[in-house]
Nanobody, 120 residues
Framework: QVQLVESGGGFVQAGGSLRLSCAAS????????MGWYRQAPGKQRELVAT???????MYADSVKGRFTASRDNAVNRVYLEMNSLKPEDTAVYYC??????????????WGQGTQVTVSS
């Protein structure tokens, strides 16, 4: 079983920056793709960024050029550097990971979310 814990959310003015962190812990053989999603009030959860175990990234058009995903496989962490934040970035941000356990079963796990609020 793998657990994900996000941190780094908070309140920031438009144009500011925040850095989110997500730590994976538990028993697993390997962690594959990790990603960040967000859900604003009254809206569906949407993809923000994904990063493969090899470091390849993909971003939603709305955050390209402003957000950067990275990961440190040695400590099983993924990060989201968010710059030039806009009020429309306000949401709960969730970390997601796919992993393989020692029985070679691949599963997906979500973190509990961290709130990001951007004021205008």
């Amino acid at each position: 079983q793998v657990q994900l814990v996000e941190s780094g959310g908070g309140f920031v003015q438009a144009g500011g920056s925040l850095r989110l962190s997500c730590a994976a812990s538990g028993r697993f053989f390997s962690i594959h793709d990790m990603g960040w999603y967000r859900q604003a009030p009254g809206k569906q959860r949407e993809l923000v960024a994904t990063i493969s175990s090899g470091g390849s990234t993909m971003y939603a058009d709305s955050v390209k050029g402003r957000f950067t995903a990275s990961r440190d496989n040695a400590v099983n962490r993924v990060y989201l550097e968010m710059n030039s934040l806009k009020p429309e970035d306000t949401a709960v941000y969730y970390c997601k990971a796919s992993y393989r356990d020692y029985m070679s079963v691949v599963s997906v796990v979500w973190g509990q979310g961290t709130q990001v609020t951007v004021s205008s």
